[in-house]
């Protein structure tokens, strides 16, 4: 309930493939996250593409340590400060407006989420997250089109363990100039992923 009350996502940027996670979508993939041991009081997580920072703040409030949410809109980022006074975790959670790129580094993370872009308005979107998480070094989970293929491939091929655990229905109300249905819906995986040993 409490991810749910939050300032919404503005979702006003169309190449940036803005969409609402909601609050009940949110807790249900933190809760598989703490399921498998990756989110507990010990956890340090950065969420790449947070939006309002649904996912960080849920994080933060099944215990991590510290959050940072990173994200490159100014109107998401500041729908996430507002989420974060309104939630109380100020002391835990960081917002940080900035892009995800090849100059962000989140090494110091134990546990990397993200939702990010999945290329359907801009080819290869989701490239610089992924890259991301690769030189985390950090256990990863990722939502991402259930009809993607590149998943396991981009991961295996430096050495990660990639499970795909879960698929949902995501809502997607009509954002853009470009939807033609008022509310509609799209099949959703997600995928754990875990660096080689060292």
Same mark, same amino acid.
């Given at each position: 309930?409490?991810?749910?009350?939050?300032?919404?996502?503005?979702?006003?940027?169309?190449?940036?493939?803005?969409?609402?996670?909601?609050?009940?979508?949110?807790?249900?993939?933190?809760?598989?996250?703490?399921?498998?041991?990756?989110?507990?009081?010990? /956890? @340090?997580?950065?969420? *790449?593409?947070?939006?309002?920072?649904? %996912?960080? =703040?849920?994080?933060?409030?099944? !215990? $991590?340590? &510290?959050?940072?949410?990173?994200?490159?809109?100014?109107?998401?980022?500041?729908?996430?400060?507002?989420?974060?006074?309104?939630?109380?975790?100020?002391?835990?959670?960081?917002?940080?407006?900035? /892009? @995800?790129?090849?100059? *962000?580094?989140?090494?110091?993370?134990? %546990?990397? =989420?993200?939702?990010?872009?999945? !290329? $359907?308005? &801009?080819?290869?979107?989701?490239?610089?997250?992924?890259?991301?998480?690769?030189?985390?070094?950090?256990?990863?989970?990722?939502?991402?089109?259930?009809?993607?293929?590149?998943?396991?491939?981009?991961?295996?091929?430096?050495?990660?363990?990639?499970?795909?655990?879960?698929?949902?229905?995501?809502?997607?109300?009509?954002?853009?100039?470009?939807?033609?249905?008022?509310?509609?819906?799209?099949?959703?995986?997600?995928?754990?992923?875990?660096?080689?040993?060292?």
């Amino acid at each position: 309930m409490t991810l749910s009350s939050l300032p919404e996502h503005p979702c006003g940027i169309v190449e940036l493939e803005q969409y609402v996670t909601s609050g009940d979508m949110a807790a249900a993939w933190l809760g598989q996250i703490a399921a498998f041991g990756d989110l507990d009081s010990d /956890s @340090v997580v950065a969420d *790449l593409g947070a939006g309002n920072g649904v %996912l960080g =703040i849920g994080a933060a409030l099944l !215990g $991590a340590t &510290s959050v940072v949410l990173i994200e490159c809109d100014e109107a998401a980022c500041a729908a996430a400060f507002e989420a974060v006074e309104q939630v109380d975790v100020g002391e835990v959670v960081e917002v940080m407006c900035r /892009s @995800v790129d090849e100059n *962000l580094d989140v090494a110091g993370a134990s %546990l990397v =989420i993200s939702n990010p872009p999945w !290329g $359907a308005q &801009s080819a290869r979107a989701d490239r610089p997250f992924l890259e991301a998480m690769l030189r985390s070094g950090a256990i990863c989970h990722l939502m991402h089109s259930a009809a993607a293929t590149h998943i396991q491939s981009f991961f295996e091929e430096s050495g990660w363990a990639v499970e795909r655990y879960w698929e949902a229905d995501f809502a997607l109300p009509a954002a853009y100039a470009h939807h033609s249905r008022r509310q509609g819906r799209t099949r959703v995986a997600f995928w754990r992923l875990t660096p080689p040993a060292e």
